[in-house]
């Protein structure tokens, strides 16, 4: 299985960009999906999830951030809308085979299988 995030880049504040983490390896759509974010000198944290109908955000996206995936594509993305400079960090996608997590997990990295390589998001003006 692997992960491929991309979609990154320089975003001023206010403005919007949208992720993609394409997911290879799989047999079955029997899988779920989890956006993280590192900034420099943090720990990752988990930003959104989806599994099936169920999604999860951080609090700090809520609202602005939206997470949606397309099974014919393999595909999930992150709609990142009024972005702000603390967005600005390497987002990652990870991958968790089986049924949805609760939602006390999912904003947990040791509970995901598979990771992408991540991908630079930067917000500046």
């Known amino acids: 299985v692997q992960l491929q995030a991309y979609g990154g880049g320089l975003v001023q504040p206010g403005g919007s960009l949208r992720l993609s983490c394409e997911v290879f390896?799989?047999?079955?759509?029997?899988?779920?999906v989890g956006w993280f974010r590192q900034a420099p000198g943090k720990e990752r944290e988990g930003v959104a999830y989806i599994a099936d109908s169920t999604k999860f955000y951080a609090g700090s996206v809520k609202g602005r951030f939206t997470i949606s995936r397309d099974n014919a594509k393999n595909t999930v993305y992150l709609q990142m809308n009024s972005v702000k400079p603390d967005d600005t960090a390497v987002y990652y996608c990870?991958?968790?085979?089986?049924?949805?997590?609760?939602?006390?997990?999912?904003?947990?990295?040791?509970?995901?299988?598979?990771w992408g390589q991540g991908t630079q998001v930067t917000v500046s003006s």
């Open positions: 990870g991958a968790r085979r089986g049924n949805r997590m609760m939602a006390s997990m999912w904003g947990q990295h040791e509970h995901y299988d598979y």
């Open positions: 390896g799989f047999t079955s759509n029997y899988y779920t």
